[in-house]
């Protein structure tokens, strides 16, 4: 209640994988903290930890992605594929806030929201925020 920001409301009292959503209760309505699905951009230690997508271990804290995507298509949705410093590309989690980028990333294991970087499929006029990892 008061806080400035729901899902860092969610991820900070609830836990990094829950996420804020309304009940839905018309004149009842409220909001409430749940778990969400994780995807693209959060922590892992092996594929296991990311369902249909790949463990990029040279992240700090692994990052959940696909690997040398070329254009956007190739990435799940709500991500976007981005040139990376190491050399590859690799789907990034679209982000409003820093908040969207602490989902599903615990302690330690940051990314941050950035419009800095280089979309790899710069013709197709992409263009916003991803939650970039720290290497």
């Not at 930890?49 to 271990?57: G, H, R, V």
């Not at 804290?61 to 590859?88: E, F, I, L, T, W």
Request: glycine residues 10%; negative net charge.
């Amino acid at each position: 209640a008061g806080a400035a920001d729901d899902q860092a409301f969610c991820q900070r009292f609830a836990g990094p994988d829950f996420i804020c959503r309304s009940s839905g209760g018309g004149s009842m309505n409220r909001k409430v903290c749940v778990p969400g699905t994780c995807g693209v951009g959060a922590d892992c230690a092996t594929n296991v930890d990311c369902t249909n997508l790949e463990c990029i271990s040279a992240f700090n804290g692994g990052y959940c992605s696909r690997k040398d995507c070329v254009r956007n298509a190739d990435c799940p949705a709500d991500s976007s594929c981005v040139s990376a410093a190491d050399g590859h590309n690799y789907c990034y989690k679209n982000c409003a806030t820093t908040s969207d980028c602490s989902f599903c990333r615990h302690d330690g294991s940051s990314a941050s929201c950035s419009s800095n970087v280089t979309f790899a499929d710069a013709d197709a006029g992409i263009s916003g925020s991803v939650c970039v990892p720290t290497l």
